[in-house]
Structures are given as C-alpha cells and as structure tokens.
C-alpha cells in the first residue's frame, strides 16, 4: 500500500531511481522495507541499501525471468553474507503455466548452492493479489530465523537520505547496524568527526526515544546544516571510531569477473552507504605489482582509500570495477586501521591476518 518511488522523475520514467522505504506488520514481525532500484544504471544506490538489510526478498518478473540485472544483485546479496530471504515471482497474470514453469526453473537454476537454495518461490500478482498473503507468511517466517544483531556494539548509522523539515531542521535517515541511539545524546558525524546532537528520533513516522539495531531510524540533528551531509557519512557514538584510509580485508573474487583482481588496480568500493575509490594492495611474500587474487578465488589485501571512511571488523564490503562499472569480488574487514605493510614484515602481516580472520 506504499508507492516508494518518492521522485518525480521516477513517476514520469516509471521505474526505481533510489531508495525507496516502507513498512508493514505482520503478526508479530515489523518489517521495514528498502525498495531498491533493478536497473544496472543504479547498481551503486542499490548498494546503498542492500547494505542494512537481514532479508532479502528477490525480486523476478514471470514475464522476463532472469534478468542480467537479477544476477548482479543477486550476488551482491551473497557476497554481503545475507542469510536468508525468499523469491516473489511476479506478474503472473501476465503469463500461461508454461512461461511460469520456465520462469521458476531460471530462479531455481540462479539460486542453486546459494543460501537462497531450497527458500520459497512465491507466484504473485499485484494487480489480482494472488499469493501476497503466503508472501507475508514466507516473510514472517524467513524474519524470525533471523538471530537479533549486536546491541552491545557502538551506535552505527550509516546516512542513506538527509533532508531539511520545516519546524525541525536537518534531518538523516538510515538502518541502524548496531547499538542503540537515544534522544539529547551527544553523537558524531564521521568520518569527518563532526559534533552533532541527536534532537529527536523516529522509526517510521513515529517518534521515540531510543532505537534498537535494524530498525530504520529517522535522526533529527542539531549543529549541523542538512546541505553539509552526504550518503555515505556515518551518525556515531562520540569518541568511539576513527577514520581511515586504509584498511586490511579478505577478498572474494566473482567467478564472473571479467579478469583477476591486481595490486595497484584502482577499484569502487561500497561498504556500509559509502562509494569510495581504493587502490589494491595484494599480501603475498611478493606485494608486487603482478600480485593477484584470481577469479572465484579469495586473498589477502589492503585497501588504500582515496578518501576517508569509518569501518569496523567483521564488516562486510563489495567491490566493483573502476570502468566500466560492474560487480567483480567483495570481502570482509580485518583491520579497519591499518598500516602500510612491507615486504620484509610480510610473516608478521599474515600471522596477524590470519589470525584476525579466524576472530571474524
């Protein structure tokens, strides 16, 4: 019952531009949806959103299948560790009994060895509502295998909008990746280090007092103008993160990258809502310039950013090719302050890898 395309240039284009948000209970499961854009003209605001979610519900046409695009998000799904989720099989009125079979054998096809194998395909039609109360059912129950995330953990709320409104002043949005924020808390806007104040908070139009990890949460902040925030910065717990430029991660390459992924190579990398630039570093006994992490293959390397990020360990990133972009490989932070590393330290450096994955 929510049209999440917002913009007027996604109404008069009739396809999804940007993030797009809605919400729905359903029994005793809140879901806070994040629509994202299927053209692979806006892969990169897709990232923005894929990053925060738990679940993820697959998205294929009937009377297309499996689209180019489909695979791309699909194994960006995968590559951020997504546990779980199911597929909605739409536009069924649309098709005879044969291109539906034809379609959910190209989803089964898609899906085999994943950790979407064996989950619900859902026939649905939006227009007649066939199959959208089992799809509520299958969401329900894919949500409650979902184990709680890290309340424990330092406030983390990567920004996906800011705007201004009217009586209240600058306001950000976001998923909520850990910890809990509350309201008259001193917080900061990293990675510039930015003091703010947390005036109020919402989730989902409804103001509160503290939020809980996973949630979307509407921050209304004070100290800082809305035209000085960007995607991609962070609302922090005071005092408790640093910047960096550099930070040591294990690599998984696409089996689908076009060619392997080389020290010196100039890459995106999303990680949390932020796109930024990187050089690669690979760690092996050489840190050549022909080092190199092969397709379908994982490795070692430092990310050597162009500009400033935040990131802790365990966190999970996606990289993709600087031209043309596409999806090539993704990984997991190691050490999100690190230090250049040199060829004679090269057994030290590995032992402490390895040592900080086996913690991951």
């Given at each position: ?5 917002r ?9 999804t531009i940007?993030?797009?948000f809605?919400?729905m209970t ?9 629509d994202v854009?299927?053209?692979?003209r806006f892969?990169?605001n ?6 925060g979610?738990d ?6 046409a009937?009377d297309?299948?499996?689209?180019p695009?489909?695979r791309e998000?699909f ?7 997504i ?5 909605a099989l ?5 098709v005879?009994l044969?291109?539906?079979?034809l379609a959910?054998a190209?989803?089964h ?6 950790f979407?194998?064996g989950k619900?395909?859902?026939?649905v039609?939006?227009r007649t509502d066939l199959g959208?109360e089992r799809?509520?059912?299958?969401l329900?129950?894919?949500?409650k ?16 909008r800011?705007f201004?409104?009217?009586?209240h002043?600058?306001?950000v949005?976001g998923?909520?990746a850990?910890?809990?924020l509350t309201?008259d808390t001193?917080v ?6 930015i003091?703010?104040?947390v005036?109020g908070?919402q ?6 007092d503290?939020t ?5 949460v509407?921050v ?14 962070e609302?922090?717990?005071?005092g ?5 430029q550099a930070?040591d991660?294990?690599?998984e ?7 392997p992924?080389r ?5 995106r990398v999303?990680?949390?809502?932020a796109?930024?630039?990187a050089?690669?570093?690979v ?12 397709q379908?293959?994982t490795?070692?390397?430092?990310l050597?950013l162009?500009?400033?990020i ?8 996606v990289i ?6 596409m999806t090539i490989g993704g990984g997991v932070v190691?050490?999100?302050?690190a230090k250049r590393?040199?060829?004679?330290d090269?057994?030290?450096v590995?032992?402490e890898?390895?040592i900080?994955?086996a913690?991951?």
């Amino acid at each position: 019952g929510v049209d999440a395309d917002r913009l007027p240039d996604e109404k008069r284009r009739g396809i999804t531009i940007d993030l797009g948000f809605a919400e729905m209970t359903f029994g005793d499961v809140h879901f806070g949806f994040v629509d994202v854009p299927g053209h692979e003209r806006f892969v990169r605001n897709m990232l923005a959103g894929a990053s925060g979610i738990d679940v993820v519900l697959l998205v294929v046409a009937a009377d297309e299948g499996v689209m180019p695009q489909t695979r791309e998000h699909f194994e960006i799904c995968r590559l951020l560790k997504i546990k779980t989720g199911l597929v909605a099989l739409t536009k069924v009125d649309l098709v005879d009994l044969e291109t539906l079979e034809l379609a959910r054998a190209d989803v089964h096809d898609l899906v085999s060895g994943s950790f979407l194998e064996g989950k619900p395909v859902v026939p649905v039609s939006a227009r007649t509502d066939l199959g959208l109360e089992r799809l509520r059912i299958e969401l329900a129950a894919a949500a409650k295998e979902q184990r709680e995330r890290n309340w424990t953990q330092v406030a983390r709320l990567p920004v996906d909008r800011s705007f201004t409104l009217k009586g209240h002043g600058t306001v950000v949005t976001g998923t909520l990746a850990s910890g809990s924020l509350t309201k008259d808390t001193s917080v900061e806007l990293m990675p510039d280090g930015i003091p703010v104040r947390v005036r109020g908070l919402q989730t989902h139009g409804r103001s509160t007092d503290a939020t809980q990890p996973g949630q979307r949460v509407a921050v209304n902040l004070a100290g800082i103008d809305h035209a000085d925030i960007s995607r991609g910065m962070e609302v922090v717990e005071a005092g408790r993160l640093r910047q960096t430029q550099a930070i040591d991660v294990e690599i998984e390459m696409l089996r689908s990258s076009p060619k392997p992924l080389r020290s010196r190579q100039r890459v995106r990398v999303h990680i949390g809502t932020a796109e930024v630039l990187a050089r690669i570093q690979v760690i092996d006994q050489s840190f050549s310039a022909s080092a190199e992490i092969l397709q379908g293959s994982t490795g070692y390397a430092q990310l050597r950013l162009e500009t400033p990020i935040v990131a802790v360990p365990e966190e999970r990133f996606v990289i993709r090719s600087y031209s043309p972009a596409m999806t090539i490989g993704g990984g997991v932070v190691i050490e999100p302050l690190a230090k250049r590393h040199r060829i004679k330290d090269f057994g030290i450096v590995m032992h402490e890898l390895e040592i900080g994955r086996a913690h991951v």
